[in-house]
């Protein structure tokens, strides 16, 4: 992935903003990082997300019950099981709770690839 070649900004002394023409070294290492890592973190989420939606399935929870376990609405699950909404960790961790699966234990398997 080729780094940008120019940018929109400009720099306080010797120190550049993001978004200047400069194309150094780091400048190009940044843009080169910042695309796998958000692409393992997207990939990670929604693996976890997958594994969520199994383990609910599987414990026998409908989306709506599982609302009414978290004081939410049938939506509010439907929307971070379809992805149109992201769960927080502390959510994350509720809707564990809620379905009776181990949050570490889910996550871990989602790392592993499970």
């Not at 993001?18 to 929604?46: C, F, K, M, Q």
């Not at 961790?93 to 790392?111: F, N, P, Q, Y």
């Amino acid at each position: 992935m080729p780094a940008p070649e120019s940018r929109v900004g400009g720099s306080i002394g010797n120190t550049p903003i993001w978004g200047t023409l400069n194309s150094g070294p780091i400048e190009v290492l940044v843009h080169r990082l910042a695309h796998p890592v958000s692409s393992i973190r997207s990939d990670l989420y929604r693996r976890t997300i997958e594994l969520l939606v199994q383990a609910r399935k599987d414990a026998g929870v409908t989306q709506v019950e599982l609302g009414k376990r978290l004081g939410q609405r049938q939506t509010f699950v439907s929307k971070f099981e379809l992805g149109e909404r992201r769960l927080d960790v502390a959510e994350f961790v509720t809707v564990c709770h809620a379905i009776g699966v181990d949050a570490c234990g889910l996550i871990k398997r989602a790392e592993d690839g499970a």
